[in-house]
Nanobody
Framework: QVQLVESGGGLVQAGGSLTLSCAASGHLASNSAMGWFRQAPAKEREFVATIRWGAGTMYYADSVKGRFTITRDKSKNTLSLRMNMLTPEDTAVYYC???????????????????WGQGTQVTVSS
């Protein structure tokens, strides 16, 4: 079993930066994926970024590519999301999630992720 806890959310000005962290307890297999999703009010939860736990291959939503960086520390079972050049459109609750055995074609899909954290609020002011 895997438990995920996010931290690092807060209020930032547009153009600013913020780093989110996710601490995982339990075993993460090398073929797992760990990622970030976000959900704004009245919107569906959407993919932000994910990383293949073993290989380290990174995938990003087009809306954040070039601004966000996902990393993981396998020895510590932690996941991070460095967010730069934030805009008000980035305002959302950000969730950490783990996919035990993702099919590559579904690695960006919410449905592939079995474990979820509680979420952390990111608010970007203009």
């Amino acid at each position: 079993q895997v438990q995920l806890v996010e931290s690092g959310g807060g209020l930032v000005q547009a153009g600013g930066s913020l780093t989110l962290s996710c601490a995982a307890s339990g075993h993460l297999a090398s073929n797992s994926a760990m990622g970030w999703f976000r959900q704004a009010p009245a919107k569906e939860r959407e993919f932000v970024a994910t990383i293949r736990w073993g290989a380290g291959t990174m995938y990003y939503a087009d809306s954040v590519k070039g601004r966000f960086t996902i990393t993981r520390d396998k020895s510590k079972n932690t996941l991070s999301l460095r967010m730069n050049m934030l805009t008000p459109e980035d305002t959302a609750v950000y969730y950490c999630a783990a996919a035990p055995t993702p099919i590559l074609s579904t690695i960006r899909s919410l449905q592939a992720y079995y474990y979820w954290g509680q979420g952390t609020q990111v608010t970007v002011s203009s």
